[in-house]
């Protein structure tokens, strides 16, 4: 028999209403804010993601699907910044429309261990703002992803927040934690005694708890921050709590990625254990142009939507409009069935029937089964008399309705 590959998580019927409702509540509030929808291939070359993301990250050395093919290797993209620029440089998005917002909702892979809410197939929601470096956006973006998490039942998350600076800013901020770990680096763990020669930024996220109070011990605010890095983000500041937008300062967030530059942002949900991140983001504002691209800055996040339905109270699971359940008796029955189930779609209403039911008693099961909110019943009687009986599931009452009443009775 075969078995899916591990990581991987067949989406059942069952919960494709909470999927849909993530998806929708998303396209509608995405729309609110002006954002259009983009689509990149699954498939990208794998030299897209090394120089885009850092030869020295772990998503790079360790996660990534390749397809090897001739004299080519490609990569099933493990994230969509990458994709939506290389797509935003490719199509000429600059000349024809500059400044843009997008927003994607797509399947991701990571050849990581699975986990709770971590999977080697997973998928994000989110968004990229191209073509402006004001703190404005940045503000706006942060929002968005509030507003988002509102409109999916979330509740109980933190957003914190931090400013890399720019490049400049960056390269002091790695000297300055290179001369002040360098004492303790016996300390750290193996990964970070690595990430100390190869990319030492990544300490900061290092989720081991003797690192974590190794660079706590250590000490530093935003003093490699020049001045218009930081009016920069205090701005973003100012303009978070004039929205009325609760977030908290935390100067050892960096983010795994290395485009990202300024003002970056996680999300964080004390009910997904010690990945506790639902969504994170931030400015890149040197990637479209080290990909080849004009010189435009931009800013995006990510939510997993594995992470937002664990996340998320019952009630965003979202549900189906109530369903109708026609039962027909006889074959004459049948046809009359098999119109009024297309009347009935044709006017909106979520309508099945009992295709193979032979006794009454059967398809009221199935009925249930189904959790039908109603089930119209159609024999020799009811064609007679031009009528169906409406049976209510959920108080067990039925009655006769006429065809022509059938519509305001469902509704």
Known sequence: MFKRVPGTKDILPPE?????SIEEIGRKIFSLYNYQEIRTPLIEEESLFNRSLGESTEIVRKQMFLVKREKDTYCLRPEGTASIVRAYIENNLDKTQGFIKLYYIAPMF???RPQKGRLRQFHHIGCEVIGSSEPEIDAEVISLADRLLKSFSVEGYQIQINSLGCLEDKKKLVDLLRNQLKPKVNKLCADCRRRFKDNILRILDCKNESCQQVVKNAGFAHDHLCQECKQHFDFVKKALEALGIK???NPYLVRGLD????TVFEIKHPELGAQDAIGAGGRYDNLVKE?????QPAIGFAFGIERLLLAAKPAAAGENSPLVFIISLGDEAKKASLK?????RKKGIRTDMGYEFRSLKAALRKANDYSARFVLIIGDDELKNKTVTLKDMESGAQKAVKEEELEKELC
Do not use: F, H, M, N
């Open 16 to 20: 494709i209403s909470q999927w849909q």
């Open 110 to 112: 990571r050849a990581e």
């Open 247 to 249: 977030y908290q300062v």
């Open 259 to 262: 485009y990202y530059t300024r």
């Open 291 to 295: 990909l080849g691209g004009p010189d």
């Open 340 to 344: 009024l189930l297309d009347v009935l």
